[in-house]
């Protein structure tokens, strides 16, 4: 019974993880190839996307190796970088609550695209809400994985251009947007959260907005969480 409730979550988790696949490996085998020539060999980039699992806090932290060591500077990066991930942690209280020894990998493996997913899917009533929510962020950290590990491995032989290839996941998240606003009959929540970006945008410039933005949306939908679950926008 438990084998099947397993492989029910797969089955049902694996299809939105998918365009994923592409862009982590796509950038994964970039960020392996960046550290091999920082003169890194191959088991740096796939001990690092192993244990660290942060995207662009990994490509940030192969400079760092380079130079003198400084722990805070190195802290205070790190929480720059990835601030945004607190936001993300406060909201998925909720869903990780009730899931005992799975939150605690479901806390390490959280990251954009797995937030996007697990906060969004409606998860079918027949899946088993925990084990789904850990086979999303199984899969993408095993995507993230296998694109440093042969980028790494091949670093040596491959030239590799990585000009304009954040733009990757920008255009996922676009892809996750859009499918998301499709499925969706009320679309409150995404209005709030592009105008509250929007916003931040024009007072805080294209380099600060991020932090700004996400404090916003917290608030706003604080205040506003009560009307919300009237009208229907989000569940009670």
């Not at 049902?12 to 970039?30: D, E, K, S």
């Not at 003169?39 to 760092?64: D, H, R």
């Not at 479901?106 to 084990?131: M, Q, R």
């Amino acid at each position: 019974m438990e084998k099947h409730r397993i492989c029910a979550a797969f089955s049902a988790a694996f299809p939105y993880t998918t365009p994923i696949l592409a862009g982590f490996v796509f950038l994964g085998i970039a960020y392996g190839i960046y550290m091999n020539s920082l003169g890194f060999s191959a088991i740096y980039p796939i001990l690092m996307s192993l244990t660290i699992f942060a995207g662009s806090m990994e490509f940030v932290a192969a400079n760092l190796l380079l130079g003198s060591f400084q722990p805070m500077n190195a802290l205070l990066l790190t929480l720059m970088v990835n601030g945004r991930h607190l936001f993300y942690g406060l909201s998925m209280l909720e869903k990780y609550k009730r899931l005992g020894k799975k939150k605690h990998y479901l806390i390490f493996g959280l990251c954009d695209e797995s937030y996007a997913i697990n906060s969004t899917v409606k998860i079918p009533d027949h899946v088993d809400k925990g084990w789904f929510m850990v086979f999303v962020t199984l899969l993408n950290h095993l995507y993230w994985v296998l694109g440093s590990a042969i980028g790494g491995i091949f670093g040596s032989i491959i030239q590799f251009n990585t000009e304009g290839i954040e733009f990757v996941m920008t255009a996922l998240f676009v892809v996750i947007f859009v499918d998301q606003w499709m499925k969706e009959k009320k679309q409150e929540i995404a209005i709030i959260g592009l105008g509250v970006s929007i916003f931040s945008l024009i007072i805080f410039g294209g380099q600060n907005f991020i932090l700004p933005s996400m404090a916003g949306i917290l608030i706003v939908l604080t205040v506003l969480k009560r009307p919300l679950e009237k009208r229907g926008a989000i569940s009670a």
